[in-house]
């Protein structure tokens, strides 16, 4: 109900504060640990501060939650900037980046400040690639070629990804013009349906979903944007993240009409793990362990969630996998 209230900007009711208005100190130490293994405490603190005066929040929760909202607030408008200020630097070579994942859809937020990401995330031709990869070590920088296909690098000690993709899974249809409202949330989607069919997804990949949405009613077609769904083996999938967000964000299903669609995998997903499944009791042990204990468990998540993927994305499954063991065995 917080991060609903965040994103929609819908006042809470009194009936959800009154539940807030009960929890326990414990109870509140659960909430604070659970926004920050889904990765939406900024939400969680935006939702908060618009209740001051109204609840009491136990200091060992405030005090922290302030500090770390703050911090997540400083830390993305210095990634904006930097962002805004590399594409100014490439576009005077003639190349034109466009921003993608994080960066495209934190400006959807109701407060951009408050959507936390740990990298920046650019997009361009193949050949543009080339020419931006040439040009950014011409200057000293060093560029590195990732497993995925992207470029990689250190601009101003932030972590910049170049991609020659603008969609991360295999696209066999039609696809909307890049850029353009349906292309960003096609690229939205594929982006979390990539994480759940891997290490995991957590609420902040769904929170961008619904914020896009919501920012982007009225510009863009529906019918279009289900065709691309349709054409590209991905309606299914898209058909419960829309059930998920009608149900539990508040966001309209103007996609699919009377959707009676289960969300509930999608959810036991979620909690499993948080953002990236970096929470999970198994991926937290080989985030501690070697380079190949990380590879291996990345694969074995992957095998997890394989019936998922062939359910919900079938198309994608199989060619994914093998990019994903050929990426880890390079």
């Known amino acids: 109900m917080l991060v609903r209230s965040a994103i929609t900007g819908t006042p809470l009711s009194s009936e959800s504060v009154a539940v807030l208005e009960g929890l326990s100190a414990e109870a509140w130490n659960d909430l604070f640990k659970e926004a920050e293994k889904q990765s939406v405490t900024g939400l969680f603190f935006h939702a908060l501060s618009q209740l001051t005066g109204r609840i009491d929040i136990p200091e060992s929760v405030s005090y922290p939650l302030l500090a770390r909202a703050v911090q997540i607030e400083t830390r993305t408008r210095e990634m904006m900037a930097v962002s805004q200020e590399l594409i100014c630097e490439l576009e005077k070579y003639g190349l034109h980046p466009i921003e993608m994942k994080g960066e495209a859809v934190s400006r959807l937020y109701p407060k951009p400040g408050l959507r936390e990401y740990g990298d920046i995330d650019l997009y361009m031709p193949p050949g543009d690639v080339r020419k931006a990869v040439s040009i950014l070590r011409e200057h000293g920088l060093a560029v590195t070629d990732a497993p995925d296909g992207c470029s990689h690098f250190k601009y101003k000690d932030i ?69 691309y769904y349709l054409d590209n083996g991905l309606d299914a999938w898209n058909r419960m993240v829309n059930a998920f967000l009608a149900r539990h964000l508040g966001i309209p299903d103007k996609m699919y009409e009377n959707n009676d669609a289960d969300e509930t995998p999608l959810m036991r997903i979620l909690c499993e793990g948080g953002v990236f499944g970096h929470h999970a009791p198994s991926r ?40 994903l063991v050929k990426g880890n065995l390079s």
């Open 284 to 323: 937290l042990r080989a985030l501690g362990g070697s380079g190949l204990r990380r590879k291996a468990d990345t694969v074995w998540r992957f095998l997890q969630h394989f019936p998922f993927a062939l359910r919900y994305a079938p198309r994608q499954a199989i060619p994914s996998f093998l990019n």
């Open 159 to 227: 972590d910049i990804d170049v991609h020659c993709a603008y969609f991360e899974l295999p696209m066999h249809g039609e696809l909307p013009p890049v850029p353009s409202p349906e292309a960003v949330l096609l690229m939205l989607s594929t982006h979390m349906l990539k994480h759940a069919i891997g290490t995991g997804v957590g609420l902040r990949h769904v929170c961008d979903m619904a914020a896009a949405y919501r920012c982007l009613d009225g510009h863009f077609d529906p019918k279009r944007l289900r065709k």
